[in-house]
């Protein structure tokens, strides 16, 4: 598995745009402005997801797959912990636990999670970002979308950045019978970090994909001390390097458990449920 840090960024095979024979890229190479790279999607690389957001709406937060399963697939990513028992954050090999007393922990290979979606994160772009002031959430999501050549593709980010202020939130631990997640999100434990240096680890999904994923963009934050972190709700940049890998291709696992096998996904408004989960405060 790859460690590769926001300084680590594929070389680019030339510059332009190509829309033939199934390939859209973007490649840039213009150092001067901070931006370096390109956004060609990964031959043989793809993403590895265990399980779908359907599930999580459904109430199924059972851990199913070993972590060691999932860190074989992938040393970056997000997913959650047994019974909503934290926001996980997979970065450079490891797995930490954000959990809802405003802690942060090692997550044991030998644990099961009930869902996650990996990479192994080869950036090929890097971009500088603060040059020009601090960017909001809507910003920096927007300066994002414009470096993409399709949104139709698949996006692995991570942006180390120094954060004006950053708000996250961490589920509070579920026991059976579990509830649905818009219902247990309910009493989602949120901290407002201020002022806080760290990594904001995600990706992009095509808005087809919403309910197997969460379509757009979907982020948790785990700062540099490794001691705060969660599901991001909102920032304020600062400055901070960008660095995303495009991927065209996704590898999906299902839960082979009996409570999957039976669930009723088709009674979920999942669009309106996953955004209202996905990014709104419970306050």
Request: with cysteine.
């Amino acid at each position: 598995m790859g460690t590769n840090g926001p300084d680590s960024v594929a070389s680019a095979p030339g510059s332009g745009t190509t829309v033939a024979g199934g390939t859209i890229a973007t490649t840039v190479t213009t150092a001067a402005s901070g931006t370096i790279g390109h956004l060609n999607p990964a031959i043989g690389l793809n993403i590895t997801q265990f399980s779908v957001i359907h599930a999580l709406m459904a109430g199924l937060y059972d851990g199913v797959f070993p972590a060691e399963q999932v860190l074989a697939k992938g040393d970056f990513g997000i997913g959650c912990g047994e019974a909503l028992n934290g926001e996980l954050v997979f970065v450079d090999g490891l797995i930490y636990r954000c959990t809802s007393d405003g802690r942060v922990s090692l997550v044991d290979e030998t644990e099961r999670v009930p869902f996650a979606e990996v990479v192994d994160f080869v950036p090929t772009l890097s971009v500088r970002l603060g040059d020009d002031g601090p960017l909001d959430r809507e910003a920096f999501e927007s300066r994002v979308s414009s470096l993409m050549p399709s949104a139709n593709l698949f996006y692995a980010i991570r942006l180390e950045a120094e954060f004006d202020r950053m708000l996250v939130r961490e589920p509070i631990r579920q026991h059976h019978p579990f509830k649905p997640l818009i219902e247990a999100m309910k009493t989602q434990a949120e901290s407002e970090l201020g002022e806080t240096s760290g990594s904001l680890i995600g990706f992009w999904a095509p808005g087809i994909y919403q309910g197997i994923s969460v379509a757009g963009f979907h982020f948790h934050y785990l700062d540099d001390a490794r001691a705060v972190g969660g599901h991001s709700l909102d920032y304020t940049i600062a400055s901070g390097t960008l660095t995303m890998q495009a991927m065209s291709s996704l590898t999906l696992r299902l839960p082979h458990t009996p409570e999957f096998g039976a669930a009723d996904f088709e009674g979920i408004d999942n669009d309106m449920a996953i955004r209202r989960v996905e990014s709104a405060s419970a306050h």
